[in-house]
């Protein structure tokens, strides 16, 4: 995540130290204050922002006037976390000479896992890790785990850092869980970096229960440097998930802390950055993205401070800028990208392999040196994009007048379908008033065979014409509107079994149950939504229901497979031909 600055190995190597309450620092030290009352105010007030400087220097004026070989050896680690490279190299150095011959287990290993530690923090990864081997190499001559240990998690960070999560992974999970000589603070740093490791692997429920594990943990013991690099922690957790507003309300919480008081440290600053960026990116928010993202740059020209992630930082700003035809800054970031790409390829050569594919070195020149051709590529782009919209137009004409054709036919159908119901009305009248028989509404469907050559072999004519009859009544009744009508329960109602009915209907009907079924209620439909006009005004789920269905959705397939048109425009027109 925030590749978050390594366990400061002061905390573990020697004496342990705590995190110190926040303490109000005199100008004057109290000569009384023993050298441990002074180590934990002067690690405490390093965390809190206190006055370290002065505790330091008061710790070793009082270790040199008492000649005191340890405290003097301690004044020179608590004073080179004060100064830059040049001179906290000179701190250690004489760290070096004074404990030259010290008996003590933790001597010369303490010397090199705090140079590589110093090297680390400014950005020389190779020599940090030539410290930590060596390290490493005096603390098992020594027998001294608890050095071991941390020359291991030290090389794991390094690792880390590089891109070998898993391998860090391992280490860190090893110290965190199996190692009892690591105090709780320890194990809370192993376990933060451990979460970080989960997420580079796609461990995602683990990095979130160690995410979650530590937010209320330092909450808990009103820790907010620890709180907040976690909090940090869980906006790339949610990056990674892709849940990018969740990533930026945590991530913008973290900036406000971070960049208060010069509250974090380099990595905190631009790693906070780095992923708000990035989640405003995956958002599309693409100029709130830029603005993190050139904040970054200027973080790097004031500090000097390179990581290996700003080549996507660089790469973004050159894809936007050239989007937007803005030549003069995407040659700018085209610029910087070398001077970092240069710097990374001298203090990473082993991340090499690591270069974006689409941004390496020789791309990027070759893409500077095009420049100047673009805008007659862009001329031809032009006529491409142009090309493309007259098809996609061409193609939408064709669509729509297939569309028409259809809905044509489907009206045709429908209006067939509406005049045939209007003749049988007339025709209905017609027969009322001369008295004479009504015949069916429906649509044609049965055969007009004799009827001794319809009569199946295994049911005598009279139970055969017992079931028609017995059907006609339940066709003349509407019966056939009552929901839940099975071959079984109709059989049961006329009095005969399910095998003479459906043979019965399959021979004299042409159709099987479920299709005699439908027809029936489609045809019935049909008529009555052409002739009641307050049946049809209601919406389609009640209509559905009304005539035996289950749902809208089983009515309307079946309207449309009845009748070849589809029922919306049926009812359409209905109302058409209503109105005129």
Do not use: W
């Amino acid at each position: 995540m925030m590749k978050i600055k390594l366990l400061l190995l002061f905390l573990i190597i020697g004496s342990v130290f705590f995190h110190a309450q926040t303490h109000n620092i005199e100008k004057n030290i109290p000569e009384r204050r023993t050298y441990e009352e002074l180590e934990k105010e002067f690690y405490g007030s390093r965390i809190e922002e206190g006055n370290s400087k002065s505790i330091a220097d008061y710790y070793l004026k009082k270790a040199k006037s008492e000649k005191n070989i340890i405290h003097i050896a301690e004044g020179y680690v608590m004073l080179h976390f004060e100064e830059d490279l040049p001179n906290a190299l000179k701190y250690l150095d004489s760290l070096q000479y004074i404990t030259r011959n010290s008996k003590e287990n933790t001597y010369p290993a303490r010397i090199y896992l705090l140079k590589g530690n110093l090297y680390f923090r400014n950005d020389n990864l190779q020599s940090a890790l030539n410290n930590y081997i060596l390290g490493l190499k005096y603390a098992k001559e020594k027998g001294n785990k608890r050095q071991i240990a941390m020359a291991h998690i030290s090389i794991a960070y390094l690792n880390n850092y590089i891109g070998k999560h898993a391998e860090t992974a391992k280490v860190l999970r090893h110290y965190a869980y199996d190692a009892d000589y690591m105090n709780k603070d320890e194990k809370n740093s192993l376990k933060l970096n451990l979460a970080d490791a989960y997420i580079e692997i796609n461990k995602m429920d683990s990095a979130y229960a160690l995410i979650q594990e530590g937010l209320q943990d330092s909450k808990k013991n009103k820790d907010n440097y620890r709180y907040h690099q976690n909090l940090g922690l869980l906006g790339y957790y949610n990056l990674h998930s892709k849940n990018y507003q969740k990533a930026i309300d945590g991530l913008l919480e973290c900036e406000k802390y971070f960049f208060t008081n010069n509250n974090g440290s380099k990595r905190n600053h631009n790693y906070t950055l780095l992923y708000l960026g990035k989640s405003y990116a995956g958002l599309q928010e693409k100029e709130k993205a830029v603005g993190f993202f050139r904040k970054i740059d200027s973080l790097v020209l004031k500090t000097n401070y390179i990581y290996p992630e700003l080549r996507e930082v660089y790469t973004y700003l050159i894809d936007y800028y050239k989007e937007n035809d803005d030549k003069e800054k995407q040659l700018y970031y085209v610029d910087r990208f070398f001077k970092v790409d240069k710097v990374l390829d001298t203090q990473f050569r082993y991340i090499s392999r690591e270069l974006p594919r689409r941004y390496d070195t020789p791309e990027l020149q070759q893409e500077k040196e095009d420049i100047t051709n673009e805008l007659t590529k862009r001329k031809s782009l032009f006529y491409i994009v142009l090309s493309l919209l007259l098809i996609s137009h061409l193609l939408f004409i064709n669509v729509y007048f297939k569309y028409k054709k259809s809905e044509k036919n489907y009206k045709k159908i429908a209006q067939d379908l509406i005049q045939s119901v209007n003749e049988n009305r007339v025709g209905k009248n017609r027969d009322q008033e001369t008295g004479k028989e009504i015949q069916s509404e429906t649509l044609p469907v049965e055969n007009t065979e004799n009827s001794e050559e319809r009569t199946p072999r295994t049911i005598s004519e009279d139970i055969a014409q017992t079931i028609l009859k017995e059907l006609d009544i339940f066709e003349s009744k509407d019966q056939f509107l009552n929901k839940g009508i099975t071959l079984g329960s109709l059989a049961k109602k006329i009095k005969t079994n399910s095998k003479y009915l459906s043979e019965i209907i399959n021979t004299y009907k042409g159709k099987n149950f479920a299709t005699y079924l439908n027809d029936l209620r489609i045809d019935y439909a049909i008529s009555r939504l052409a002739n009641d006009k307050k049946f049809r005004s209601y919406k389609i789920p009640f209509i559905a229901e009304e005539l035996g269905y289950n749902n809208e959705q089983a009515f309307t397939l079946a309207f449309k497979k009845r009748t070849g048109t589809p029922l919306s425009i049926y009812l359409k027109e209905i109302e058409n031909m209503s109105s005129n």
